[in-house]
């Protein structure tokens, strides 16, 4: 494995550990030991530790869709992209059952060792996301092409030097902060995965370790939701940060 695609499966790892983290100790605490407000800092600085750990090798992509919208619109090279994504993705379910080690006993804990999909029990939404009751899966798929969208325009931002972009170290809080902004302004709704590694790589983990092909179909087969829209959401962020700032800074040195 390349040092930048390894730097990305590591990245990953981290990432997805302590955002997963944080929402199975906020379930199986039954909110004794956790909140909204807990999970939605902690997802950003996880984040943040995330693009710290990979961002010197692979600059801390940590999404699929960020890494295909560069490709689009930031010449990152194409044939690196299946490599880094399947290393987000491995990485991802290698942070699921670190979660899954940690926590195993809490979880059966809390469901007798019956992994449940849905119910008051259920556990699977501890590593994947699913929709309010009320969310049809159009109404989820722009819930997730609208918040990539601004993930992306976020951190084409920060990193444009062109523009008002940071030193590059004060980069990865930042994102970590914009991650936070996300999920407090748009969690409601299907719980902001905005990254199809962050939540296929988990249900996968989820299908193979007791909760069975069920997470694949809970939710009228919401699965693929939060990988089509984001990937759809970032290219949407990035042609449109291009369109409306890029166009009008051309020329004045670098960009992310």
């Not at 942070?95 to 060792?113: I, M, P, Q, S, W």
């Not at 590593?127 to 992306?152: C, E, K, N, R, Y």
């Not at 905005?194 to 939540?199: K, L």
């Not at 087969?221 to 890029?246: N, R, S």
Request: one cysteine or more; hydrophobic letters at 55%; glycine letters at 16%.
């Amino acid at each position: 494995m390349h040092k930048d695609t390894l730097a990305e499966f590591f990245g990953t790892l981290v990432l997805i550990a302590f955002g997963l983290g944080v929402v199975a100790q906020t379930i199986l605490s039954r909110d004794a030991n956790g909140s909204f407000l807990a999970i939605n800092i902690c997802w950003g600085l996880a984040v943040m530790l995330g693009v710290y750990v990979s961002g010197g090798l692979s600059g801390g992509h940590l999404n699929p869709a960020v890494t295909i919208a560069l490709a689009v619109r930031r010449g990152f090279p194409w044939a690196k992209v299946p490599l880094f994504v399947l290393a987000q993705v491995a990485g991802a379910f290698a942070g699921a059952a670190l979660v899954f080690l940690v926590y195993r006993e809490a979880l059966t804990a809390f469901d007798g060792g019956i992994r449940q999909v849905e119910g008051a029990t259920a556990t699977a939404g501890i590593f994947s996301t699913g929709p309010q009751p009320f969310v049809s899966l159009a109404g989820g798929l722009v819930d997730q092409i609208v918040g990539t969208a601004l993930l992306m325009i976020g951190v084409l931002a920060i990193g444009d030097r062109r523009n008002s972009g940071p030193p590059a170290w004060m980069a990865p809080p930042l994102v970590g902060g914009l991650v936070v902004a996300i999920g407090m302004a748009f969690g409601y709704n299907a719980g902001y995965a905005i990254n199809p590694a962050r939540d296929f790589g988990p249900r996968l983990f989820t299908a193979v370790a007791g909760w069975g092909p069920a997470v694949f179909t809970t939710a009228n087969g919401w699965w693929w939701v939060p990988i089509a829209g984001p990937i759809a959401g970032a290219i949407i962020g990035a042609v449109a940060y291009d369109l409306c700032i890029g166009s009008s800074l051309e020329g004045r040195g670098d960009q992310a």
